[in-house]
């Protein structure tokens, strides 16, 4: 059973930091990529950042520049460094893992104010 946990969601205020993380925990073979997508009330999910296996990584236009997504294969698990924060980026944050099956978390609040 391949469970995912994210953690490090809070309240933030405009220009400020968080570091997001993801554990993975079970068995599992064959990674392609893991992810961290974001959806905000009212608006469909939508990628954030990838990392692909070899460390290749790609962001959505809105982040780049400001976010980093990392991983520590000895703690099992992706990070997500968001600096620069904005309103906009106000969502619930998941953790995506994409095996022959993808595999999601139960999502951190992030919530940026003004």
């Known amino acids: 059973q391949v469970q995912l946990v994210e953690s490090g969601g809070g309240l933030v205020q405009a220009g400020g930091s968080l570091r997001l993380s993801c554990t993975v925990s079970g068995t599992f073979f064959s990674i392609y990529a893991m992810a961290w997508y974001r959806q905000a009330p009212g608006k469909q999910r939508e990628l954030v950042a990838r990392?692909?296996?070899?460390?290749?990584?790609n962001y959505g236009d809105s982040v780049k520049g400001r976010f980093t997504i990392s991983g520590d294969n000895t703690k099992n698990t992706l990070y997500l460094e968001m600096n620069s924060l904005k309103p906009e980026d106000t969502a619930v944050y998941y953790c995506?893992?994409?095996?022959?099956?993808?595999?999601w978390g139960q999502g951190t609040q992030v919530t940026v104010s003004s």
């Open positions: 995506n893992l994409k095996l022959t099956t993808e595999y």
């Open positions: 990392i692909f296996v070899g460390g290749h990584t």
